[in-house]
Antibody, heavy 118, light 110 residues
Framework: QVQLQQSGPGLVKPSQTLSLTCDIS??????????WNWIRQSPSRGLEWLGR?????????DYAVSVRSRITINPDTSKNQFSLQLNSVTLDDTAVYYC????????WGKGTTVTVSS | QSVLTQPPSASGTPGQRVTISCSGS????????VDWFQQLPGTAPKLLIY???QRPSGVPDRFSGSKSGTSASLAISGLQSEDEADYYC???????????FGGGTKLTVL
């Protein structure tokens, strides 16, 4: 059974980079049938899919249009984890961030509340 | 404004049957499967229905999903107090090349 453990700071200053990591147990980040997503939730935006990475003979990434210029999702095969980097954050990036596994988003991490504030 | 449209609220009494609608477009529900998520207060969303009408292991058969054209529905029969939660639909959007969600429906059990 897949389990996800999120880590990362809960407070980020405006214009800086938000970085979160998701440790995977029960599956491999390199699995040919899995997908590894980041989703956030805020009162103003609701649930918002940010992007995903997955391996199908090679690594691929899909990103939401709203954050495409600022986001990077990377797998780390040596640590069996994947990460989120969101650059140049603003107050509007304040949200609960979830790492989520599965092509149908069937396993969710517990969520990390990230506040953007000076 | 969400790409998928859900009513903001729904309600029912214990034992009743309640349905929640989700309206999309040809690039979302019209071409792709719909998932439904349940979010209890203070917790992460949980996959309730996938591929329009499939239940993950452990989800009671009181929950069912359907899809027709560019719309989908979640039905909850034999409503229970513990069903009080927020419910979200989601689908892949071929135009945006992204997952999109509905704005959520808050279900109240009266």
């Amino acid at each position: 059974q897949v389990q996800l453990q999120q880590s990362g700071p809960g407070l980020v200053k405006p214009s800086q980079t938000l970085s979160l990591t998701c440790d995977i147990s029960g599956d491999s980040v390199s699995s040919n049938s899995a997908a590894w997503n980041w989703i956030r939730q805020s009162p103003s935006r609701g649930l918002e899919w940010l992007g995903r990475t997955y391996y199908r003979s090679k690594w691929s990434r899909d990103y939401a249009v709203s954050v495409r210029s600022r986001i990077t999702i990377n797998p780390d095969t040596s640590k069996n984890q994947f990460s989120l980097q969101l650059n140049s954050v603003t107050l509007d990036d304040t949200a609960v961030y979830y790492c989520v596994s599965g092509t149908q988003m069937d396993v969710w991490g517990k969520g990390t509340t990230v506040t953007v504030s000076s | 404004q969400s790409v998928l449209t859900q009513p903001p609220s729904a309600s029912g009494t214990p034992g009743q049957r309640v349905t929640i609608s989700c309206s999309g477009s040809s690039s979302t529900i019209g071409r792709n499967n719909v998932d439904w998520f349940q979010q209890l207060p203070g917790t992460a969303p949980k996959l309730l229905i996938y591929y329009n009408n499939q239940r993950p292991s452990g989800v009671p058969d009181r929950f069912s999903g359907s899809k027709s054209g560019t719309s989908a529905s979640l039905a909850i029969s034999g409503l229970q107090s513990e069903d009080e939660a927020d419910y979200y639909c989601a689908a892949w959007d071929d135009s945006l090349n992204a997952w999109v969600f509905g704005g959520g429906t808050k279900l109240t059990v009266l």
